[in-house]
């Protein structure tokens, strides 16, 4: 049985992929939410010009939820929801888990 992603694990996650780095975070600001946060696109240089978009690797690995009806301001929407399809599709971090709770119903309840 696999234990369920929990906001520890994907914190921990987060922070092996920061590492890979060499300890800056690339911040591409997108809008302000309605409670003044910055949204935004995260990125990890790593060697060669090559850099891991965090957004995405968080969700493709299963580690966050892509949330669709805030995506639309996003500069490419598209990646977020191909990454949550490829999570999906292998069970990856939290889909691996079928009672696994989405955080906006939980607030709901």
């Known amino acids: 049985m696999i234990a369920p ?18 300890g800056y975070i690339g911040v591409a600001p997108v809008e302000k939410d309605r409670y003044g946060r910055t949204v935004a696109d995260l990125f990890v ?12 690797q968080m969700v ?3 580690h966050a939820y892509h949330y669709a ?8 929407p598209e990646i977020l929801t191909r990454a949550e399809e ?3 599709k292998q ?3 939290l889909w691996s888990n079928p009672g696994a709770e989405k955080p906006w119903d939980y607030r709901k309840k």
């Open 86 to 88: 490829i999570a999906r």
């Open 69 to 76: 009806q805030y995506s639309d301001s996003c500069p490419q």
């Open 60 to 62: 493709m690995d299963g």
């Open 5 to 22: 992603i929990g906001g520890i694990e994907s914190r921990d996650h987060l922070r092996s992929l920061v590492a890979q780095g060499d």
């Open 45 to 56: 240089m790593l060697e060669d010009d090559v850099e891991i978009h965090l957004n995405s």
């Open 91 to 93: 069970s990856m971090g």
